[in-house]
Every structure is written in C-alpha cells, then in structure tokens.
C-alpha cells in the first residue's frame, strides 16, 4: 500500500472483519488485489497527500487530499521544478482506473535535464477520490461551464507549488508549468496566475470538452473555450509552445488553431506547433510522437536558458547525411536501417550510434553514450567501430 493513514486502515480493517462474520469475502477481494508500482528509486520517486480546497460546480466550498508524486534527480540540487498535469476521461471509472498518476516517462526526460518533477493526481481521479467531481463543467455539451474545472486545476497547481517549496532542493524560482489534454488545458490557465518563479508553460494536445468516441473531432462548447482562453490571453504573462497533431480525435486540426488564435489577439504569448498524424490518434503525441516534440520542445527550453543534455566528448558533425534519412547508413543490413537505427531516433538525448566495417553496430544514451556505443560495437565486432551519429548530428566521415 502506498499510504498507512490511522483511518482507512481502521475501514479496511472493520470491512474485513464485517466480511468474516457474514462469511463473504470482503469487497476489495472480489477482483485480484492491484499491487502497487514499484518506486523508481533510480529517480527518486516519493509520494504524499496534500489538503486542496476547489469550488464545485454547485458552488460549494470542497476540500479534499490530492495525491502528489514527485521525482527528483541525483544530488543535493536545488533543481529547477517542472510541474505535470495528467488529462481526463470522459468516463468515471476510467478515471479511477489508475490509483495515482506519475508520468515516469515524462520524469526522466525532464531529470536528464536536471529538474525536479512534480505530478498531482487530482481531486476527482483514482485514489484522490472519484466523488465530488470538481472538474465536472455541466450537463449540456452545448453549454459547458469551463472555468469551474479549470479553477480547480489551478488550485491544484498552486498547492503543488506551495509543498515545492519546502523542500530544500527544489529551486522554485524557475518553474515550468505543463500539462497533457485537459492538463495541457490547465497549463494554459497557468500562464495568467502570475505566480513567482513560474518561467513558461508547455501545452501538450490541450482542450477541453473532447469525446472522441461520440463526437471525434467535436468537442462540446468550444466556442466557449475558445472566449475562456480569449480572456486568459490577457492576463497572460509568461511565454508558452502549444504542441498538437493534425489527427487528434478529441479536438481535431482545426480547433487547436482557433484557440491558440484567440489567445495569441488578446495578448499571449504562444508558439504553435502543429506535427503529421501521429499513430492512430495525434492526441498521443506525448507518449508516441517524442521523436517529433523533443527536439521542438528543446529548442523552447534552450531559448528560457535550460539548454538539452550532451553527450561527453562528441565529435564535431559532418554533413555526410540528414540524421534521419536511413539510407544512407553504411555496410549495416537493411533491417538495421528499418529498426534498430529508428530505435536511436526515437531515443532521447545523449546518445550515440556506431558502426564497424563487418555491419556490426550499437547504440547508447547517456552522457558518456559515444564511449559506450563504440565499445559495445566493438565487443560484438571484435574490431574496431566509428560514431555516425551522436546527439542530433551525424559525425560521419567516410
């Protein structure tokens, strides 16, 4: 279990002794128990419950504990703080499904580049608690209240930033603020709070409003949306990049564009950038499309004074070949070209390709990848092997 409150252990344990003298086996064993991730230790995953108070859609007050994971590099820091905001299901059990979010992923991509990363896992999502929904923003497609969830999202983000605080390695005074779909959504939001220390905010595919199994393509109310994020241009105050593909099923091609439109007339500061159709549904561009986002996204970071990591000891490139253009890689097999050399494309950065004159080959990331990569190709070809591509460059010379 991730969380021994003095409580919920008396609940559980008061439903297991009710389930013994009924002679029926307690509720949660009616499916296999879900064993809990194991914690990356390698990126120092740690997990804590903080109180949050969101205004429902009724108006109420609601105060409730959000589930916060949090990863953080190796060192005593401080280290710049990246805050992550997980999306939304259309679907309530769905969005029970996963007891906590951690974008592991994500984490070790932003840790290679020395941050600290920190994912709410909201009110209204897996053990955070299903009921009350703060995110719930009305019956009517038509007519959809969309500043009631993104408040909440806010004042999710607020509270993250607050615990950041506290920790001793955590420099929150360079802050950036991200989101996938509807978090992608908050950090749109984010960018008018005008908190201290927040630098930019990364939009990922955001919305709001997308069923894609009903109405692909067709969010509800985004004439709505798009006034919401009119008025959130405004207010804006630090710069942002909007990454999209052209087949996301939850807002289209075009939708993106429009709101990226109305934010950027009413004062925002935002770069678009719109990628091919990514597999079967652009909204995946996350998880699916870093080949196309990374080097995008990096070139954003590098402009706010992150520059991306390195490998030791590169050479200096040629230009024998484009790095992506396979064909032109020597003396390997085909299936090299089509596999093995994609994989290394699709590998974040540092990393190292190598070749030796038999075909053999290696691939490694890393900061010490070139080293690496060469002396793996040459365990496997029993001579010696060259880099032809480190990084984002070919260093290949014939």
């Not at 991306?308 to 090299?336: C, E, Q, W």
Request: proline share 9%; charged share 25%; aromatic share 10%.
């Amino acid at each position: 279990m991730l969380f021994s409150h003095p409580i919920l252990r008396s609940v559980a344990l008061g439903a297991a002794a009710l389930a013994l003298m009924l002679c029926v086996p307690p509720a949660v064993a009616q499916d296999e128990p879900q064993e809990a991730p194991k914690l990356a230790e390698d990126i120092h995953e740690t997990v804590t419950k903080l109180p949050v108070t969101v205004i429902l859609f009724s108006g109420k007050s609601y105060t409730g504990d959000m589930i916060l994971t949090y990863f953080r590099p190796n060192g005593d820091g401080p280290f710049p703080v990246v805050i992550m905001n997980h999306g939304r299901s259309a679907a309530k059990e769905e969005r029970g499904a996963t007891p906590r979010q951690r974008y592991t992923s994500v984490a070790r991509y932003w840790i290679r580049r020395g941050f600290a990363v920190f994912v709410p896992t909201r009110l209204g999502y897996g053990d955070a608690g299903l009921d009350p929904d703060p995110e719930y923003a009305g019956p009517q497609c038509s007519d959809r209240k969309f500043n009631v969830p993104l408040g909440a999202m806010l004042k999710h983000i607020g509270a993250t930033l607050e615990f950041a605080k506290t920790l001793p390695w955590a420099d929150t005074k360079r802050v950036i603020v991200m989101g996938q779909s509807y978090g992608g959504f908050a950090s749109i939001g984010a960018s008018a709070e005008k908190w201290p220390g927040v630098l930019a905010a990364i939009d990922f595919a955001g919305g709001a409003g997308g069923d894609p199994e009903h109405h692909p393509g067709q969010p509800c109310s985004p004439s709505q949306l798009t006034a919401l994020l009119a008025d959130v241009g405004k207010r804006a105050s630090v710069p942002m990049i909007w990454l999209c593909a052209q087949n996301d099923q939850y807002w289209g091609a075009e939708w993106p564009r429009t709101w990226h439109t109305a934010y950027v007339k009413a004062g925002g500061r935002a770069e678009l950038k719109t990628f091919p159709p990514v597999a079967d549904d652009g909204h995946k561009l996350l998880d699916k499309g870093l080949r196309l986002w990374r080097p995008v996204l990096d070139q954003f970071m590098a402009k706010l004074g992150f520059p991306p990591p390195k490998s030791k000891g590169a050479p200096t490139p040629t230009d024998f070949a484009r790095l992506d253009d396979a064909s032109k890689l020597p003396f390997v097999k085909d299936s090299v070209k089509t596999d093995g050399y994609q994989k290394f494309l699709d590998a974040d950065l540092p990393r190292a390709f190598a070749i030796g004159s038999k075909g053999n080959w290696a691939w490694k990331i890393g900061e010490n990848a070139p080293k690496e990569a060469l002396e793996r190709c040459e365990q496997n070809a029993k001579e010696p092997c060259r880099l032809y591509a480190v990084d984002d460059a070919v260093v290949w010379k014939p």
